[in-house]
Every structure is written in structure tokens, then in C-alpha cells.
């Protein structure tokens, strides 16, 4: 049985793929196979937009804060499933949902990806993780050297479709970068926020 959605407090998960452009040094999938008490979340195949949707309406979704896509992979890898997902919950439930994004839809699509969010998704989180490209090569990994341009420049087009964009920085890099993170995310006018570390 896949684990196509799991809870975390009053927050639900939406577990689309196990595909990601990164391997950052640290990912929780490192460690194990599942996050915060969830079974495996690795899939045996990506679910379709209609078997989501086939589990969500499982759940009463009235007693949950938020939904979020955020599972064992990046959810911008399937960007037109998570604007059809997100509008379906968004047109049927008066629920915020969020996206957990390491921002690099553009790059994994060759195309501008934030307009699909449009609609579909209240909160864009975006893993910023470090304060320069080189910082963030070396702690995120990426197939691309001008991933953090990229994902920069995601963030910002973001702020013209989705409501509220964040940037997240892992409490596992030195203070002094996160002095400058803040610095850079208030140059975009980005709200950032400093995340424990799990692992």
C-alpha cells in the first residue's frame, strides 16, 4: 500500500513523487523511509491525479489546518497535477493549502512554472537552504550550476500568482549565513523562516 497522503498534527500531506533535482546534505530521506511517524513514503509509482483525489475524499478535510504538498520528492516535478490538485481542494474545501518547493520547477521543466500555482495554492514555501550560489551548491547538490539563480528568480515570480511566498533556511548552516539568507529574502521581499533540523 502506497503512502499517498500522511498527517503531521492538524496538517495533511500530499506525497506526489519520490523525483528530486537535488540531494541535499540534509534531507531526511538520508536517514530513513518515512517523516514524523508516516509509513514508507518511498512509491512504488507516482499516484494519479484521480487516485489523490480518490484519498483525499477519504479524510474530512475540515479537520485539518492545511494541506501541503510535501512528500519523498519534489512536488514541482508534477507542477500541472499540483495546480489541478490544489485547484480541486481549493474549489471544494475552505482549506489553505501550501506548497513545499526546493524552487526549481523553471529548470526541471525548461519552462516558467509559478503560473500554474495560480489558484491552486496559498502558500509557496521555497527551500532557499543557503546565501550565495556556491554555498548552496555544496548544500543542496543540484544537477544544475545556476540552480540558486533559478530558484531565486521562482521565488520572486511566485509573488505574482500565489498569495504568500516564504523562503526556509535548515537551522544546520552558521549564523552568520543566516544573517545574510535574511538579508537577500528581504531584498525580494520575502518573508524567511529558520527551521529546525529533524534528522
Excluded: H
Aim: glycine content about 8%.
Amino acid at each position: 500500500m502506497m503512502t499517498v497522503l500522511y498527517t503531521v498534527g492538524n496538517k495533511l500531506y500530499i506525497n506526489l513523487t519520490n523525483k528530486c533535482p537535488c540531494s541535499c546534505t540534509f534531507c531526511i530521506r538520508q536517514n530513513g523511509d518515512g517523516a514524523y511517524g508516516s509509513d514508507s513514503l518511498w512509491l512504488d509509482r507516482e499516484p494519479t491525479v484521480d487516485e489523490v483525489i480518490d484519498e483525499l475524499e477519504k479524510y474530512d478535510l475540515t479537520q485539518f489546518r492545511e494541506i501541503v504538498f510535501c512528500g519523498y520528492g519534489e512536488p514541482m516535478e508534477r507542477a500541472e497535477d499540483v495546480g489541478y490538485i490544489g485547484r480541486y481542494i481549493k474549489d471544494n474545501f475552505k482549506i489553505p493549502v501550501r506548497l513545499n518547493t526546493n524552487g526549481l520547477g523553471d529548470k526541471i521543466w525548461g519552462e516558467p512554472t509559478a503560473k500554474v500555482l495560480e489558484g491552486a495554492v496559498d502558500i509557496v514555501s521555497v527551500s532557499l537552504n543557503q546565501c550565495s550560489a556556491e554555498k548552496y551548491n555544496a548544500v543542496t547538490r543540484p544537477k544544475w550550476d545556476d540552480a540558486f539563480e533559478a530558484m531565486i528568480s521562482f521565488a520572486a515570480d511566485c509573488k505574482k500568482y500565489v498569495p504568500k511566498v516564504i523562503f526556509t533556511v535548515v537551522d544546520v548552516i552558521p549564523m552568520e549565513d543566516i544573517s545574510r539568507c535574511k538579508a537577500l529574502a528581504m531584498s525580494l521581499g520575502i518573508e524567511l523562516r529558520i527551521r529546525k533540523y529533524d534528522g
